[in-house]
């Protein structure tokens, strides 16, 4: 099957999705991640005949029972081809494998074969140059596609359909189509992984407050901090290595919804599409939305983590925090406040956020009430999950120039570290280590916090008497458990903000990733 779907065609394929993701107004960072641009060294062999629009309407590929054609409204407000040719080249590399099986089956001639994979060549280089007329009243990819195949190689364009609805057909093409979309992402999410651990290799020991309720709670490495977005990118990408596993299943054989009577070889077209193996239930396969679902819930996921790091990062970028400070590369101004310096693109992932989660509840409110199999509705598909796969890319990738332009501002952190008594935890567990209860030890610190509140000072400016009018197991050995240099140093479990455990983490880290440190 390999003469079906060739190496190079699969390694464009891997960024096919991405063709339908950015327009002109992309940013060129955006753009010059992803490939998808197409080339052809030679001239076509066969001219496609471009159909131009006609005050008569072309008589429907399904329009044998009806003696009218549908009115204007009706066919503008039904078309998909406005958004469904993104799924062009999937459709068309479906139509080969299917008509490669019929050939083998007998239900077609290998001279029809031959004929129908020139046609689809020919019209694939006539979209990839731009010069495919894509027309409304086809409706769809499907039926441009086939109408198209017709009008160059005639008679055999007919028998394609030989044992395949569109029902079964569009769900192949959306399975490939986000089946490459995962990859995409995939290698997004591992871009800003990337960006995250080397700017926490640019800032070893750093210390940062770490916080609870938006309160000053423990100090952490920063380190510490940026990789636990990075853990929850690894999730991330997890869940959708996990979908695409589910999703990998080959509708295409299984037509209107109840299969056919012709002697058809869905193995053989799962395999040629790389599929695991068909879907074995004909009404589950075309009906079936679970795999989209499953997406595009994975997508709400990753939007709702990067839209807490941008809501981390513009809080720190504020006058109030000033805990970093983004380049003008990264930041944008005000039409009437000169001083201004915005980190607009951060904002913008936090509210992106919630475009993503809309078209995932698009989704879930499409699908709730339909009962089997196909309907209409189910059109309905295509375009929330292309907006969902274009704005989660995008989100990713200006995360990640966002974290390559930024500075963490050093003496104003150091400044704002003692206030909140951060280490007020670690001199609880100096009271654990004498052996007092930690819920008395719990009652004996706060009593020290609450004693530093009225003197206006911090808990290492306690004298050691004073310590002792509290409970007298205090020792001088205190003061190696109190400011946040020796707080960090006495983590130590597994997975803490120790700097041991910090170390090792990010040692694995630049493994998994292939980062070189020199590069840093």
């Known amino acids: ?17 991405a063709a339908v993701l950015f327009n002109q107004a992309a940013t060129h960072s955006l753009r010059s991640s992803l490939s998808f641009n197409y080339t052809y060294s030679a001239e076509p062999k066969h001219k496609t005949v471009l159909c131009k629009m006609s005050a008569s309407k072309e008589v429907k590929l399904w329009g044998g029972r009806f003696e009218e054609s549908v009115t204007d409204a009706v066919e503008k407000f039904t078309e998909s081809i406005s958004y469904d040719k993104a799924l062009y080249k999937h459709d068309i590399m479906g139509s080969k494998a299917h008509a490669s099986m019929l050939a083998k089956q007998g239900l077609i001639s290998d001279s029809d074969k031959n004929s129908i994979l020139r046609g689809l060549d020919e019209i694939e280089r006539q979209i990839e140059a731009g010069k495919f007329m894509w027309r409304t009243d086809r409706e769809d990819v499907h039926m441009n596609i086939e109408a198209a195949l017709t009008d160059i190689i005639g008679e055999p364009a007919k028998k394609l359909h030989t044992a395949r609805s569109r029902n079964d057909q569009v769900l192949t093409d959306f399975r490939l189509w986000c089946r490459d979309a995962i990859d995409t992402i995939v290698r997004s999410i591992q871009r800003l992984q990337v960006a995250l651990v080397k700017l926490a290799l640019k800032n070893e020991g750093l210390i940062v407050p770490g916080y609870t309720h938006l309160q000053r709670a423990q100090p952490v490495l920063l380190q510490h901090l940026l990789l636990a977005y990075v853990e929850q990118l690894e999730r991330d990408a997890g869940r959708l290595q996990d979908c695409r596993v589910r999703m990998n299943f080959c509708p295409l054989g299984a037509c209107a919804l109840a299969g056919t009577g012709l002697p058809i070889d869905r193995f053989m077209t799962a395999e040629a599409l790389e599929f695991t193996a068909p879907m074995r239930n004909s009404i ?16 709400s996921i990753i939007a709702i983590h990067l839209s807490r790091l941008g809501e981390e990062w513009v809080l720190w970028a504020s006058e109030e925090f000033g805990f970093i400070t983004p ?3 990264v930041s944008t101004g005000s039409s009437i406040m000169p001083q201004k310096k915005n980190p607009d693109p951060m904002e913008l992932v936090r509210g992106k956020s919630a475009r993503v989660i809309g078209d995932l509840v698009t989704l879930l409110t499409l699908c709730k009430g339909l009962p089997l199999a196909y309907n209409r509705d189910l059109q309905e598909d295509k375009e929330p999950t292309f907006d969902s796969v274009k704005t989660i890319v995008g989100m990713l990738e200006v995360s990640a120039e966002f974290a390559q332009n930024i500075t963490f501002n050093v003496e104003r952190i150091k400044k704002a570290l003692p206030a909140g008594y951060l280490d007020a935890t670690t001199l609880a567990d100096y009271l654990v280590n004498k052996a007092i209860p930690f819920r008395t030890s719990h009652d004996i610190v706060g009593k020290a916090v609450a004693l530093c509140v009225s003197k206006e000072c911090q808990l290492q400016d306690l004298s050691l008497d004073e310590m002792r009018s509290l409970n007298p197991v205090f020792d ?7 400011g946040v240099e020796n707080a960090i140093r006495k983590f130590s479990s597994f997975g803490s903000t120790g700097s041991a455990c910090v170390t090792e983490q990010l040692h694995s880290w630049v493994a998994k990733l292939g980062i070189n440190r020199s590069s840093c």
């Open 1 to 17: 099957m390999e003469s079906l779907v060739s190496a190079s065609s699969r390694t464009q394929l891997l960024f096919s999705p």
């Open 284 to 299: 589950d396969a075309v009906s079936d939305r679970d795999f989209v679902l499953e997406f595009l819930s994975a997508n």
């Open 327 to 329: 380049s003008d590369s």
């Open 476 to 482: 001088k050995d205190v003061y190696e458990y109190l």
